[in-house]
């Protein structure tokens, strides 16, 4: 008989044997628990990133829930878009989260499409892309359209080296913006008058900001979410320019129409997980994740717009991704309820 603290008696069952009936118990529901509330426990993933330093707070965020799943996540390994989609095809890595469709399509479908690749859900929606000149020049001159650029007299107003053309702000050489700017300068019979400046975007951005501080007039391409929104504002320091048609390459059909019916050009695009489609199939929790999670553009801007202001470390990035958590944790709490969900 044990008595206990209260006084009252429990007949047949000495302290000894409760502790040790509980002790029992415990050993025994621990695995399972542990199965239910970590289904990846073990498991390694390596998540590949694009040399776009403002795509690592969205990457960071798929690492920290799928750590809360259990998973060993790996650091990101960076890489470019073309040769990403090959890795993980191939199984050299395990998810990209910043996949924009349609424009990378064809990296998708070239390492094989949904037969080695997976991906449901749409991450992050609507993000916009384009070509912005600054707000004077465009009412001083009534320009609309990229088109207007094919008059010789236009294209100098953004000539900076001297040669008489337009210098376009581009994109990182290989990127599949980069194609589809040459694409749009051929097709719009711009050949004569513009060309596009490749490089690190984030240093000739950079240059264009500069420009425009000091007066000048600026063209450039430039996308959303980023933090160039929060320092050259569509609307009030830069405007949209429409182009004068759609024309994208490979494809002929093509519409790049807005529902507005405004046409800057490029179709707007999700960005999108993708990963390792065999991977996936094996790990139902973690693809169930992927097609869940779903981020604000407008929190990523504000994100990057930190990251513009001096808060680009890994720690500081860090530390936005576990303040965004906790500012959505019912949201987050479901995400991965719903993710283990998927393992039972």
Known sequence: MFISPNGSRRHGLTLAAVLATAVAAGAALSPALADTARPGAGNPVVPLKSSIAEETFQTVLVMKALEELGYDVEPIQEIEYAAAFVALANGDGTFLADHWDPQQTGYYESAGGDETLYREGVYSPNGLQGYLIDKKTAEAYGITN??????????????????????????????????????????????????????????????????????????????????????????????????????????????????????????????????????????????????????????????????????????????????????????????LAEARAAAM
């Not at 604000?296 to 717009?305: G, H, K, L, R, V």
Request: proline share 6%; hydrophobic share 40%.
């Open 146 to 335: 990229l088109g207007q650029l094919k008059d010789p007299e236009i294209a100098a107003l953004f000539d900076h080296t001297g040669d008489g053309k337009a210098d376009l702000t581009g994109c990182n050489p290989g990127w599949s913006c980069e194609e589809v700017i040459e694409h749009h300068i051929d097709s719009f019979g711009l050949r004569d008058t513009v060309v596009q400046n490749s490089g690190a975007y984030s240093a000739i951005i950079a240059d264009t900001i500069t420009r425009f501080d000091q007066g000048d007039p600026v063209l450039y391409y430039g996308w959303t979410p980023y933090w160039i929104s929060g320092v050259l504002v569509p609307g009030e320091d830069v405007v949209w320019l429409n182009v004068p048609f759609s024309a994208m390459p490979n494809d002929p059909d093509a519409d790049t129409s807005l529902p507005d019916g405004s046409n800057y050009g490029f179709a707007a695009n999700d960005q999108r997980i993708v990963a390792n489609r065999a991977w996936a199939e094996a790990n139902p929790a973690a693809a169930r994740l992927f097609a869940i999670m779903e981020l604000s553009p407008n929190d990523i801007s504000a994100q990057n717009y930190r990251m513009r202001q001096g808060e680009d470390s890994a720690a500081d990035i860090e530390r936005h991704a576990d303040l965004w958590i906790a500012g959505h944790r019912e949201t987050w709490d479901a995400w």
